[in-house]
């Protein structure tokens, strides 16, 4: 049997690069050499408030998108992970094994809760449901921007603290970062990840911008004060460039230091805007296509809960077992 591969991505906002470069272009290139499952994981994105008529569209277009990057539906796994009740039900029953010290100490529940006035507690059990998606399936590998290490090194504390109370029960999961482009930086703010819900319209390209948006935000995105990229010592600005022109092109760290060596930041900027407008380019025209196809996107997602929701039961009716839970 093939090892099995889970990664999800939550339908808030729209996707932007940092997405498709720290994980969807792996989800993508991998799928083939295992069993892929990928999950648009609406559960979580209620962690914090979505208004319900938003969230239901961006289901749909996160889920075209996914297609359109690259997911094969014939050999990929779709799913929305509220169609597959068996999620929350694991959730349970590891947050009752999960140390609340454990959750406390996660950096990106403390950054999520600061903009808020009131948390609710779904925000402190986000990592638990996050381990519940990864374990449900019992997946070995798990493709992740660098911004999700600490939630997966989390999912493997649990994994084993229940395999030690109640005997072994779940692979362990590893993390899976690209080389180049598992953090990508606001280019507004190249001190901040870039991030699908930050406010304010230079910070994040949209896997859907249009051109003109794309090389607009390219151009004005913040750099410092030197006058000419220097690989010595060059602000996180330009390394954030550098870093998306590389993931984007695959060129190698040789040929980029001879690329860019003493290049104005204006040059570097056109040739990051063209190189970020070629590959989304037909991507975009894949999306528009799927999504004109009346009721395909709903008929993959229902295609893909039937297709994983053996596997979920199966693990939930083991760690029921194993915990001495009543199963009829
Ligand atoms: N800036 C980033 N650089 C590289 N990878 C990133 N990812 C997110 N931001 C970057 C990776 O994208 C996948 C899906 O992310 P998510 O939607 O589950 O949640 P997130 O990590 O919280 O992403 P956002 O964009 O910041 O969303 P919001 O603003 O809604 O919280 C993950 O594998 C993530 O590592």
Known sequence: MRARVLSGIQPTGSPHIGNYLGALKNWARIQYDYESIYCIVDLHAVTLYQDPQELRAKILELAGMLLAIGIDPKHSALVVQSAVPEHTELAWMLTCVTP???????????????????????????PVLMAADILLYQAAIVPVGEDQKQHLELARDIAQRFNSLYGETFVMPATHLPTVGARIMGLDDPETKMSKSAVGSGHAVSLLDPPAAIRKKIMRST?????????????????????????????????????????????LKKQVADAVVASLEPIQKRYHEIVAEPGYVARVLREGAERVTPIARDTCDKVKHAMGLYTA
Do not use: C
């Open 223 to 267: 750099t410092d004060s030197n006058p000419a990229v220097d690989f010595q010592a060059m602000g996180a600005g330009v390394r954030n460039l550098l870093s998306i022109y590389q993931a984007f092109t695959g060129t190698d760290g040789d040929a980029m230091e001879a690329q860019f060596t003493g290049m104005r930041y204006g040059d």
């Open 100 to 126: 609340v010290g454990w959750l406390e100490r996660m950096t990106q529940h403390k950054a999520k809760a600061e903009a808020q006035e009131t948390i609710g507690d779904g925000l402190l059990q986000y």
